[in-house]
């Protein structure tokens, strides 16, 4: 079947660390990636997507490549601020499928 | 920046008693969806909505659930005897019609918590 798994959290690092959110997936044909963000109290928001092999999504200095040969899309940041604590998910959506896959979700802390 | 908007965002029920959560997708979409999340656990696919009937449905999205387009702008769902399980945050979303990659937007969730 069709599945995403993200590293455990949670994950605690102080600002300006470097961040790196491991994501792989299982998926019967070929999917577009997504990481979605979810800030306390909010709902989920698109970070960034990448629909094909080699793309690579990027926003607010978050970026994730589309690695098919290891099945993988992980999330990374040089330097991260206290602003982006929040959980992220990881998810894929196989072309033509109505439905998000959703990893588990890691929770990221950033400590001043 | 259009949104999902979803109301009410937090709503306390008696076990059995039936829920209608509500929301207004971004008003050139096509595709709705339901989605829950289990406090603690991962966020579930409830059900898809596309040309006024469900064209996906999860084994989660039994009998007693439904929902309705009921006129231009709403996407409700409802759960007609709730049980303590169906706590947990819902999720509406929409996209536009339209093949790879477009994006899933999400309304903020509504939090449910059946006493």
């Known amino acids: 079947g069709n599945s995403v798994t993200q590293m455990e959290g949670p994950v605690t690092l102080s600002e300006e660390a470097f961040l790196t959110i491991n994501c792989t997936y299982t998926?019967?044909?070929?999917?577009?990636l997504f990481w979605y963000v979810q800030y306390p109290g909010e709902g989920l928001q698109l970070l960034l997507k990448?629909?094909?092999?080699?793309d690579k999504g990027s926003n607010k200095g978050f970026e994730a490549t589309y690695r098919k040969e290891t099945t993988s899309f992980h999330l990374e940041k040089g330097s991260v601020q206290v602003s982006d604590s929040a959980v992220y998910f990881c998810?894929?959506?196989?072309?033509?499928?109505?439905?998000?896959?959703f990893g588990q979700g890691t929770r990221l802390t950033i400590n001043p | 920046e259009p949104e999902v908007t979803q109301t009410p965002s937090h709503q306390v029920t008696q076990m059995g008693q039936e829920v209608i959560l509500r929301c207004v997708p971004i008003?050139?979409?096509?595709?709705f969806y339901w989605y829950r999340q289990i406090l603690g656990q991962k966020v579930e696919f409830l059900v898809s909505?596309?040309?006024?009937?469900?064209?996906?449905k999860s084994e989660i999205f039994d009998d007693q659930f439904s929902v309705e387009r009921p006129d231009g702008s709403n996407f409700t769902l409802k759960i007609r005897s709730t049980k303590l399980e169906d706590s947990a945050m819902y999720f509406c979303?929409?996209?536009?019609?339209?093949?790879?990659?477009?994006?899933?937007?999400f309304g903020e969730g509504s939090w449910l918590t059946v006493v």
């Open positions: 998926a019967t044909g070929y999917p577009s």
């Open positions: 008003s050139n979409h096509l595709y």
């Open positions: 979303a929409s996209r536009p019609e339209g093949l790879i990659g477009n994006t899933i937007y």
């Open positions: 909505f596309y040309n006024n009937e469900i064209s996906e």
């Open positions: 990448a629909t094909k092999a080699d």
């Open positions: 998810a894929l959506r196989l072309a033509g499928a109505q439905k998000l896959v």
